[in-house]
């Protein structure tokens, strides 16, 4: 009972500072971890240690599902081989580095088991990332990759951690069986996240009812998830996968009460999940450092700085001699440009919740029933660098950003979103006159919703309303749902076509939902 309480205690508290956070300007998971932190130290506190499934299976697919859905294919199809590289060459750099090096700190440490810890290290986190960067209003393709590098690290990094562990508890595997199991866990999870929100997809396009829509949508990353977990393949590119399909067909896989509804439902899930393991990341910490002895203090410290300097410098050398290298026909302000790009995506490699996952994965004994070298040491050690990385890189992450000046303007942001509105008022007109014959509305009010169609395309404001063409008739309130049908059509055009931006897109859309609901009353 204890533990329920404090654990509920601790969601309260999270809400609370997650809350605050904008008034001191601060980011919330920097807050977070600080606060799960400070409370893990209060005497009498109970310790709270989260499983690994409940962390993979529980928390994460709603969170990786909600990311994933921030990315379009069209932005992703762009970014494709930087990220790549990044997902599969950069996550080998940094375990062998890491594992060299803490080697190096700690020589106790078997290779097998160090290089256990550098895989635990080695990927990005998207849950961290995407909640760092939420604000930043980065340029599409650098926000992508950002994003996009975090998604799909894991699987390379969760290979290797396989690997090493089944090496440090004595098993024998060879770079065959080590390949061979990197293509299990990747293309199957893609696989059956495929299979996953394709159904789902179905399934949301048949309901009817805007609960039973928002349900679907909140059980579908649980689906991806646990059914990947039973076919032993990743769970995370499962649930990254079935978001980023759905995301693709949310304008036509449900109604626009259904998708409000959904986007409502999600956005309270999110906060609370996301809140709540930030802080649990804190608290975590606090709590292995009560079980860690005394004499490994020291060395816990030394590899904890060393680690931490490794992750950057490994970074920031990956990404930033490419952006320094020569190209053909390209001068020196794309060389910058490329180089802020390098500067913003190193300090991006927040670790975060599937670091955390990683580390309590790792096994107590080996197969001889010996515990596992230096396990205590270890979860410390990996579970200190996602604080550091969470609260140093958090909280200067956007101080980064605009101190390079990459951010764009909200003045860009707002005229994209002008310019779109106004090319779905003249799609809307370009149809009007078609409509109005099967809708029976009377020529009044055709007329005066032209005009308001006709200002809308030619006004400077973002928020141009056109329900005061509709005056309760039925055949008025016929026909406008039928405009906004087609202005639907042509928002999903604009974004295939790369006219608009993910973000454009969504409040666009979120806009149309909210007049259709209104119509339907």
Do not use: C
Not at 1 to 14: C, F, Q, R
Not at 135 to 149: D, I, N, S, W
Not at 302 to 309: P, Q, S, Y
């Amino acid at each position: 009972m204890h533990d329920l309480e404090a654990v509920l205690g601790l969601v309260v508290v999270a809400i609370a500072v997650a809350a605050l956070a904008p008034r001191l300007r601060a980011p919330a998971p920097s807050l977070l971890v600080l606060a799960g932190l400070g409370i893990g130290f209060i005497p009498g506190f109970p310790s709270v240690h989260v499983s690994p499934d409940l962390v993979t299976l529980g928390v994460l697919p709603p969170l990786l599902f909600a990311a994933a859905q921030q990315i379009s294919l069209q932005d992703l199809r762009e970014v494709w081989r930087p990220v790549a590289v990044l997902a599969l060459g950069l996550v080998l750099l940094t375990a062998a580095a890491v594992a060299a090096v803490a080697h190096a700190v700690v020589p106790s440490l078997a290779a097998p088991v160090a290089f256990t810890f550098g895989a635990v290290l080695a990927s990005t986190d998207p849950v961290a990332v995407t909640a760092l960067s939420r604000e930043l209003r980065l340029p599409t393709r650098l926000a992508t990759l950002v994003q996009a590098e975090s998604l799909f690290n894991d699987a390379t990094s969760l290979v290797l951690f396989e690997v090493a562990v089944a090496a440090a508890v004595g098993s024998h595997v060879t770079a065959g069986e080590a390949v061979g199991r990197f293509v299990l866990l990747a293309f199957g999870g893609t696989a059956a996240g495929a299979v996953t929100g394709l159904a789902a997809g179905a399934a949301l396009r048949r309901a009817s009812d805007p609960s039973v829509q928002a349900a679907i949508a909140l059980v579908t990353p649980y689906v991806a998830a646990v059914g990947a977990q039973a076919a032993h393949v990743s769970p995370v590119t499962a649930v990254i996968v079935a978001g980023l399909l759905l995301s693709r067909r949310r304008a036509r896989s449900r109604q626009p009460e259904g998708r409000l509804l959904a986007g409502s439902v999600y956005d309270v899930v999110v906060l609370v999940l996301e809140n709540a393991i930030f802080a649990v990341i804190g608290l975590e910490l606090a709590s292995f450092l009560h079980d860690l002895r005394g004499s490994d203090t020291g060395q816990t410290i030394a590899l904890v700085a060393a680690t931490t300097a490794t992750l950057l410098v490994v970074r920031a050398l990956a990404l930033g001699v490419p952006a320094l290298l020569p190209r053909k026909s390209a001068g020196a302000a794309d060389r910058a440009g490329r180089l802020q790009a390098g500067i913003v995506l190193t300090w991006a490699g927040a670790r975060g919740v599937i670091p955390l996952a990683a580390a309590l994965s790792i096994p107590l004994a080996t197969d001889s029933g010996a515990p596992f070298p230096h396990r205590a040491m270890l979860l410390v050690a990996a579970t200190a660098i996602v604080v550091i990385t969470l609260v140093v890189q958090g909280t200067t992450l956007a101080p980064l950003v605009h101190r390079l000046g990459v951010a764009t303007s909200p003045g860009e942001a707002v005229d994209e979103l002008r310019r779109a509105r106004r090319a779905l008022a003249i799609a809307a007109l370009d149809r009007l006159d078609r409509l109005a014959s099967t809708t029976q509305a009377s020529a009044d009010v055709v007329d005066r919703m032209r005009r308001d169609l006709q200002q809308q395309a030619t006004s400077n404001r973002d928020d141009t309303d056109v329900m005061a063409a509709v005056d309760g008739a039925v055949a008025a309130a016929r026909l406008r749902q039928e405009l906004l049908d087609v202005e639907a059509e042509e928002l999903a055009r604009l974004r295939l076509a790369g006219e608009i931006s993910a973000e454009t897109f969504r409040r666009v859309q979120r806009q149309l939902d909210i007049e259709h609901t209104r119509l339907r009353g």
